[in-house]
């Protein structure tokens, strides 16, 4: 007797909000796939998929997984706003992000999938512990200062990075001469190389002054895959950092409402300091490292 009148959605519009007054970041639900009249109210109010519960319920049914992100950005700052940009393959999320903060940095700077395979070639560490190799973060700041941007990395630690899972002594070899060759480009060009550890407030005071700032992070929270994937700061407030996600899959079965709406989730994705400050990390080695942008 009461549908119709909006109480499933102001029910379901309350609970977030309890559940932002307690801290939580994301809100999650289960659903029966056959129950289309809730899978669209639930994707109406802007919750997506995520995954799936086989036999959840007692008839052995199926459940969707669905998720929102309930905590987001309020004041956003206009004169920086950094475009969202997507990586166009599984391994160039390093020149994806370079360059949405170049973007952000210079309007009048063009990005494109050529400059996004060209950036990589500059970039690459060449092998990783499987398939291609990721970015460097020199190699990174020295593709930005070819285009006209300055630069400076932050490493926690010396010598190759992205070696310890790597048990091929030729590909530990052939990453540590890239390794080499970009740290002797870097004090050929004078690029600043700090070998120090970047905290949470300076990224934030980075950010504050105008510099766009990448980061490494590991991707296990994500995807619960242990790789390294690079994003870029698109704000800060007392609970949370956020980053703009250069990956997002998009599968021939998506429409462009899903392609539209799932970008957005890939915006100003908020996570907590205290979980940042372990998701920064990569490795055995717990490499913590960051490439600022500024205009030259």
């Not at 929102?68 to 309020?74: E, M, N, P, V, Y």
Request: aromatic share 8%.
């Amino acid at each position: 007797a009461c549908r119709g009148q909006g109480l499933a959605s102001r029910l379901i519009e309350l609970a977030e909000q309890a559940a932002r007054d307690a801290g939580s970041l994301y809100m999650r639900l289960e659903v029966a796939g056959n129950n289309a009249a809730a899978i669209t109210l639930y994707q109406k109010l802007g919750y997506t998929q995520f995954g799936l519960y086989q036999g959840y319920y007692e008839d052995h049914s199926d459940a969707l997984r669905m998720e929102k992100c309930i905590h987001r950005l309020q004041s956003l700052n206009q004169n920086r706003a950094i475009p969202w940009i997507s990586q166009t393959t599984p391994f160039t999320c390093g020149p994806a992000s370079l360059m949405m903060a170049m973007n952000g940095l210079d309007p009048g700077y063009s990005p494109s999938q050529l400059e996004e395979v060209e950036i990589w070639r500059e970039a690459t560490t060449i092998f990783m512990t499987s398939g291609h190799g990721g970015c460097h973060p020199v190699g990174l700041a020295l593709a930005a200062t070819a285009r006209g941007f300055d630069a400076e990395v932050w490493i926690s630690r010396k010598g190759p990075l992205f070696v310890d899972g790597v048990r091929d002594p030729n590909k530990k070899r052939v990453i540590s001469l890239v390794h080499e060759s970009f740290i002797a480009q870097a004090k050929k060009q004078k690029l600043r190389v700090r070998f120090a550890d970047i905290g949470q407030r300076k990224l934030a005071d980075c950010y504050a002054r105008g510099d766009n700032v990448l980061i490494l992070i590991s991707s296990y929270r994500l995807d619960n895959r242990k790789a390294p994937h690079w994003v870029v700061v698109s704000g800060f407030d007392e609970k949370c950092l956020y980053f703009h996600d250069p990956d997002l899959e998009i599968g021939p079965h998506l429409t462009i409402a899903d392609e539209n709406r799932d970008s957005i989730e890939c915006q100003h994705v908020p996570i907590a300091r205290a979980d940042f400050a372990s998701m920064s990390l990569f490795g055995a080695s717990r490499l913590r490292t960051a490439v600022i942008l500024r205009k030259r």
